[in-house]
């Protein structure tokens, strides 16, 4: 499945948000290294160059249409094709950062360990994923996929709970050698135009959905699930829709 960077970057303003928290909370002065995990078409990567522009900078991620976009936003860092799961940077880093990434991988507990040994000294772990999974947007997405006839090629696609609770998160890290922040924000985004809760999701978690369908089953469960987000999220009297989104953040330290 490829990723339509466009797509993503329709909401590139509220989504930019929480990555900009996460960049300003790191305690580093001048960091060496710094690796950003799933940097997409690498907006947030211009960040993490903004806030250390001495700093060696790679990026890494799975999709070359997004990587293409990303080496154009920022021609000076190093860009990299591949699996999240088993990349290792060339020496121990100073930041590993990930923003909205990590959530697609399974088996938290081993990726943390991994992630934590590639640090250096002192170095931090910084990472940023949505914990919106129990709400309509997500749980409509699950209804829909499960309302069709669609459902068998679409069940094994379902994601319940990728990312786990804070004090999951607390307890994976406490035994790594690691100081560890987390904590929890909801963001309220006001966003505006023709369905947009579907529109976001269609740049995130429901891709993997409609690309796994060809019509007309694709069009008819894009249909329900925007049926449904048109109720869970009704058109305020100013044209504007309100949507929560609950994200986790972990900042871990290397002792």
């Known amino acids: ?29 001048a960091p060496h ?17 903004l806030r250390w522009p001495d700093a060696r900078l790679i990026g890494v991620d799975t999709s070359a249409e997004m990587l293409s976009k990303a080496a154009g ?9 591949a699996d999240l799961a ?7 880093s100073d930041l590993i950062f990930s923003n909205a990434a990590l959530q697609w991988l399974p088996d938290h507990p081993a990726l943390f360990r991994r992630l934590v040994a590639q640090l250096a000294p002192d170095g931090v772990l910084a990472v940023q994923m949505p914990r919106n999974y129990d709400t309509p947007s997500h749980t409509g997405m699950r209804d ?4 069709g006839p669609w459902r068998d090629l679409l069940r094994p696609l379902l994601r319940h ?3 786990a609770t804070a004090a999951d998160y607390w307890a994976m890290l406490a035994d790594l ?12 985004h006001v966003l505006s135009g023709d369905d947009p809760v579907v529109q976001w999701t269609l ?15 694709r069009g008819a469960f894009l249909a329900d699930y925007t049926v449904r987000m048109r109720a869970a999220y009704p058109t305020r009297a100013d044209g504007t829709t309100l949507f929560p989104f609950r994200r986790l953040f972990i900042l871990a330290r290397k002792g």
């Not at 021609?75 to 094709?81: C, I, N, T, Y």
């Not at 829909?144 to 309302?147: G, K």
């Open 144 to 147: 829909a996929a499960e309302a």
């Open 33 to 49: 290294l710094v690796c950003d995990l799933g940097c997409g078409a690498g907006n947030v990567t211009r960040l993490l160059r």
């Open 86 to 92: 088993d990349w290792a940077p060339p020496e121990p």
């Open 177 to 188: 050698g690691v100081t560890a922040d987390i904590w929890l924000t909801e963001y309220l």
């Open 161 to 163: 709970a990728p990312v």
């Open 73 to 81: 936003v920022l021609p000076d860092a190093l860009w990299q094709q």
């Open 203 to 217: 740049g995130t978690a429901l891709r993997p959905l409609v690309a796994a369908l060809d019509e007309p089953w």
């Open 1 to 29: 499945m490829s990723w339509d960077p466009d797509q993503y970057l329709k909401f590139a303003d509220h989504r930019l948000r929480p990555a900009l928290d996460l960049v300003n909370a790191i305690p580093l002065t």
